[in-house]
């Protein structure tokens, strides 16, 4: 995998993920965004916004972001 790229359509508007990048829509409320400091919040975001849980992103090798490989 050279990046990661995730979206998901919610009741309240949409979460998207870019790499560690994170960017919350909420109605017409500001986008919010933030970064993933590591993968262990990539674990929790998956399980919190997507409802499942992948413990084996906490060893997940991403090309794109330096500190993850």
């Keep these: 995998m050279n990046w990661i790229f995730l979206s998901k359509v919610t009741p309240e508007g949409r979460v998207n993920v870019m790499n560690r990048n994170v960017r919350m829509l909420r109605g ?24 499942f849980d992948l413990p084996e992103v906490e060893r997940l090798t991403v090309p794109a972001i330096p500190e993850w490989t």
């Design 28 to 51: 017409d409320a500001e986008p919010t965004a933030t970064e993933l400091p590591d993968r262990a919040a990539l674990r929790d975001l998956l399980w919190e916004h997507f409802g």
